[in-house]
């Protein structure tokens, strides 16, 4: 006699039932207390054994229901996986839905690209971009440059500290309830969950990293384009899907005197070539207080122009117009800092 309530044991041996003949006679008549039954009708072996023993209480469990135990096993379904948002598809032309680019300030920085603030340290771009970070914030135009996609401005820095750029800002006359900070930052990339997390959570229409190399991974060599360009595929990718523009801060290279005004920036030449906007900004040579925003690249409308600021108490910037410093004079610029030799002393050619 089998107990009752030991129902995985009676499944285990209706499970060998169809292994041996010689087994399913002892069996069968085991289990239905020697009654004759249909050798195929198992739920009724199984509902006779539990109705001719009696349970401690006095009541008669309710037998489960087996399937045959002469018919195979059905496989279970694998456990289905997450899909991967970055797993490379395929996607005919046709198929995507024409847009025209959408602009947070037209033409400096895009909605969903990334913009590249190139200077040598100390010039001032930080300060520019706790005044951009302002005008976001506010609405208010930068001369007379409409602010396209105001809203909040999420931080990620490791260059100054928090309440040093709060003052910038604040000096700025920026929204500061519409401006945050992410803490601790030390060791995330610009793929880490984190970011994104924090982007949602805040809803940012423009985030900036400051220095870019801080935030690549310490795996990534930032001179390696194969390197790098995965790493800012997955951020633009992530850009696309939420809805935010990105800013770069990056330090100009040494012995970048050859280069291009595009490609200056400490690091591949993949980074220039991943934004779609750079701009550059130095000193006025004539005005040493004088600094000169350069838009040097822009990929999907014309620059802008070069405009000029000043930066007071607390980092704010005060406008100053624009210049007419050109993406040529940049060269020039470049080349009289490196020989030393002061403009007046320059050999004819």
């Known amino acids: ?132 970070t302002a005008h976001i914030t506010t609405g208010k135009p930068i001369l007379d440059m409409q602010i396209q996609t105001p809203g909040i401005v999420l931080i990620f820095s490791v260059e100054d500290d928090l309440p040093v750029l709060r003052g910038r800002i604040e000096a700025n006359g920026g929204d500061l309830s519409k401006c945050h900070f992410m803490t601790n930052v030390a060791g995330l990339t610009f793929n880490s969950p984190e970011v994104e997390q924090a982007i949602k959570e805040t809803g940012a229409v423009f985030v900036w990293f400051d220095p870019y190399q801080a935030f690549l991974g310490a795996t990534v060599d930032m001179n390696k384009s194969n390197q790098t360009r995965p790493e800012f595929a997955k951020l633009f990718e992530m850009a696309s899907k939420t809805g935010v523009a990105i800013g770069i801060v990056a330090h100009i290279g040494k012995g970048s005197i050859t280069s291009s005004a595009v490609n200056r920036s400490l690091g591949s030449v993949d980074l220039p070539a991943a934004m779609r906007s750079v701009v550059h900004i130095v000193r006025d040579t004539e005005n040493d207080d004088l600094c000169v925003a350069v838009h040097v690249k822009c990929s999907n ?49």
């Not at 033409?107 to 771009?125: E, H, R, Y």
């Open 301 to 349: 409308a014309s620059r802008g122009k070069s405009m000029a600021y000043t930066i007071g108490d607390r980092g704010g910037v005060t406008w100053q117009g624009y210049h007419k410093m050109t993406v040529a004079d940049l060269g020039v610029i470049t080349k009289r800092k490196e020989s030393s030799i002061p403009y007046e002393n320059e050999p004819l050619v």
């Open 1 to 132: 006699m089998h107990d009752d309530r030991d129902w995985a044991s009676i499944e285990a041996e209706a499970q060998n039932w169809h292994q041996s003949d010689g087994k399913k006679t002892a069996l069968a008549g085991a289990m239905a207390n020697e009654v004759e039954y249909d050798e195929g009708d198992w739920n009724s072996v199984f509902s006779s054994v539990a109705q001719t023993t009696t349970s401690s209480n006095g009541e008669y469990p309710q037998p489960p229901q087996f399937s045959d135990p002469r018919q195979p096993l059905q496989p279970r379904d694998p456990p289905q996986k997450a899909e991967d948002p970055y797993k490379p598809t395929l996607v005919r032309a046709c198929d995507i839905p024409h847009e025209p680019p959408r602009w947070g300030i037209k033409p400096l920085i895009q909605m969903c690209k990334g913009t590249l603030f190139q200077a040598d340290a100390g010039v001032g771009k930080t300060a520019l971009l706790c005044c951009i």
